[in-house]
Structures are given as C-alpha cells and as structure tokens.
C-alpha cells in the first residue's frame, strides 16, 4: 500500500496535462490514504494482540462504534459526488449555527465524508471514460454520411476542406481527387490491408535461415547457463574449504569424527507451523545455522551376541547426538537458550526436540529417537552456551539384556 502511495504522488505531480486528470489522482491519493491508515490501524492491532496488550489510543480514536459505522455507511454509500457535496454544507452549517442535535454523530459523518466524494468522483470518472469508449466503439464501422447530421456542422467541415484543398494545391504534385478516390479504396478493402508491402533490399544480402538463428540463439543460451553454474560450482566449493568460524569452533568442541559418526540436521529438521513472534516488526526472523552429529554403533548385549557375531554383526542402533545450535546475533546475551522435547504425533520410537533463543531467531525443531538420556558428565553429557553457540551432546542408557 505503502508503494502503491509512492505511485499515485509520482503520477499527481507529472500528469496534470488536464483538469480531469488532476482531479483523478487527488481523488485516488484521498482513498489511498485512508485505506493505508486503515492497514496500519490492522498491522497495530495485531502486534498488540500477539504481545498481549491494549491496542494504541489512536487506533481507538481511528475507529468508530460498530453500529455508527453501519449508519454512516448507509447514508454515504451510493450518492454522487454532487449529492455529498450538498450534504457537507448542510452539515457544516448546522454545525456553526448550532441547530445539530447530536454533535459526535455528525462529526463522524464529517469524518467519513471526504473519503466517499473521492470515490463517488472515482466512479464518475470511469463511468464517463467508459461512455466514451463506447461511443468510439459504436461509431467505428460507420460511414461518414451517418455522422453529418448537423447542418451548421457540414458547413464548417466544408470550409476546413476548402482551406485543405488550397494548400494541397499548393505542396502536393498530384491532384487532390486522386488521394480522395485511393482513401476511399483503402477504406472499402478488408481488415488488415493496411499492412506495409513488403520492400526488398539488396538481391546480394544473405538471408537468415530461421532454423540456423534458432540454434544459435540455443547455443548462446546454453552457454550463459554453464558459465553460471560453473560460478556457483566454484563458490560452492571454496566454501566446502573455508568452513566459517562458529562450524570450527563447533568442530573443535566435539572432537575427531568418530567410527559411527555422521553429520546430521538437514535431514531430520521438523517444519514447524508459521511463527508469530511481538519482536517480528522490529527484527528481521530467520532460522540459526546448526552443525550436529549423530553416533550410531552396535550394542553388544547377551542376546546380540548370542545370535550376531563380528562376521555378521547386528543392525546399528542411534546411541547419542551433538548438537550445536549457532546464535551470534542474539539480541539478548544473558539469557542462554532452552531446549524442550516434544511429542512426535501418534509415534512412540521418535520424539522432537525444539531449540528456542529469542529475538531474532525463530524456533527450529529435529526429530530423534525417543529414548532416555544420560545426564552424567562421564557418560558425554554435556549443554552450554558460550560464545554464541549452544551446545547440547548426550548418550542415550544402554540396558542390559536380560531373560
């Protein structure tokens, strides 16, 4: 709304060539206006019921009563601009005199007034826009005798033609009843003849074979598109080289891969439903960057290896994750970032673990296996902040087999 504004200001201030125009985008300019203040009255509506809070005093001073709105629709709607015009007078001078029995009802129609004559002008500008295309329409097939219907009018087209006739006969070299006779034969030809006939240049030129242009153009296209994705190839993998400073740090905190590590999140990440936050009008949301890993292995317990050995082990099972959560630019430092498991639907073997920070990230969610935890700094557990990176690593209790 805010551009459309911008438009309809650039269009106001260039296109004045006549009255009507002027009056147009003044009129559009009022409507726009209100209805940009009406947006603004909604978006502020909005952020306070997210936060919780009373909406703005101006937003209320804005408003009106909902059965006053109603009135004042009913009375404005459907009037001519003229009609308003009258009614504004009516008002304002019953408002002077003080002969206007209830003051805040009239100030309100007062208020709305303005807003319906711009778009009663509106409608009565495209209204006669519209008839005269109309007419335009209707009077394009028709011959020229239809239209000479007024005595006074065939007299002046007949002296504009004399006074054409004169100077034809002074600039033209040929006679003006030629050009009357071939005008006349063009008009009885059918659509389309009026397209230029085709002139031939020089017999030595070469022609374009359409084919052979088609397959140039192909092969230029073809090129532009290598060329870029070569670029993007060579992008990406100076980044594959350079991993940035929070992925080294995170690297140095979890240690050498391991024999059943792998680099896990992009994968496993949960959609979660659109996010509403009281901060999204001041910061811009995004999701934070992460780098984890999950540690898969074998459990050597007495039923595993009863039935599996080294030759044919047993499947893999998840034994713990690392995850580490990037947030450099949290807006408030002291308060660390929380983590919360949740239920994953109707399934019992998963669950989601949601990471939530604060302005200006929005909440990011993985799905793991749901089984529990070792909270023992001995057994790997490990969850800090520090240095804008949340690190949360923990190994799930391994039970023993029993008969």
């Keep these: 709304m805010e551009e459309l504004h911008d438009d309809i200001k650039m ?108 778009k009663a002008c509106l409608r009565e500008i495209h209204a006669s826009l519209l008839r005269k295309h109309l007419h335009r329409l209707e009077n394009a097939g028709a011959p020229e005798q239809a239209v000479e219907a007024d005595e006074e ?5 007949e ?66 598109v290598t060329e870029h994705q070569r670029k993007v190839k060579e992008v990406m993998t100076a980044k594959a080289k350079k991993p940035d400073e929070l992925e080294l740090k995170a690297m140095k905190a979890m240690g050498a891969m391991e024999e059943g590590d792998a680099v896990f999140g992009s994968g496993a990440e949960v959609n979660l439903d659109s996010q509403v936050y009281w901060w999204h009008d001041k910061y811009r949301p995004r999701k934070p960057k992460y780098f984890n890993r999950v540690h898969t292995g074998y459990e050597w317990n007495k039923y595993n290896q009863t039935h599996y050995d080294h030759d044919n082990p047993p499947p893999k099972i998840v034994q713990g994750y690392k995850f580490n959560i990037f947030y450099p630019d949290l807006v408030d430092k002291s308060k660390a970032p929380i983590y919360t498991i949740e239920k994953d639907g109707s399934a019992g073997e998963t669950c989601h673990i949601r990471f939530h920070a604060g302005p200006p990230y929005e909440d990011i969610s993985f799905r793991i296996v749901n089984k529990e935890w070792e909270y023992s700094h001995k057994k790997g557990f490990k969850c800090t902040f520090e240095r804008g990176i949340l690190h949360l690593y923990f190994n799930f209790k391994r039970y023993r087999y029993r008969r």
Excluded at 51 to 74: C, Y
Excluded at 182 to 205: C, K, Q, T, V, Y
């Design 159 to 224: 002296d504009v033609m004399h006074d054409e006739e004169e100077d034809d006969k002074r600039y033209s070299p040929e006679p003006i009843e030629h050009i009357a006779e071939a005008a006349e034969s063009h008009l009885d030809e059918e659509d389309g003849s009026f397209s230029p006939e085709l002139m031939h240049g020089n017999e030595d030129e070469d022609a374009i074979d359409p084919d052979e242009d088609k397959a140039e153009l192909d092969r230029q296209r073809e090129a532009v």
């Design 153 to 157: 009018l065939d007299t002046k087209e």
């Design 11 to 118: 269009h106001l201030d260039l296109d004045r060539e006549s009255q009507v125009n002027v009056k147009y985008w003044e009129a559009l300019m009022v409507v726009c206006d209100w209805e940009l203040g009406e947006a603004r009255k909604r978006d502020a509506v909005d952020r306070a019921r997210v936060r919780g809070e009373e909406p703005p005093r101006e937003v209320e001073e804005r408003g009106l009563h909902a059965s006053i709105e109603g009135d004042v629709k009913n009375l404005l709607e459907g009037k001519t601009s003229t009609e308003l015009e009258e009614m504004q007078n009516q008002i304002e001078s019953q408002m002077r005199s003080g002969t206007a029995k209830v003051v805040e009802y009239w100030e309100a129609i007062l208020k709305r007034l303005h807003i319906y004559k711009a």
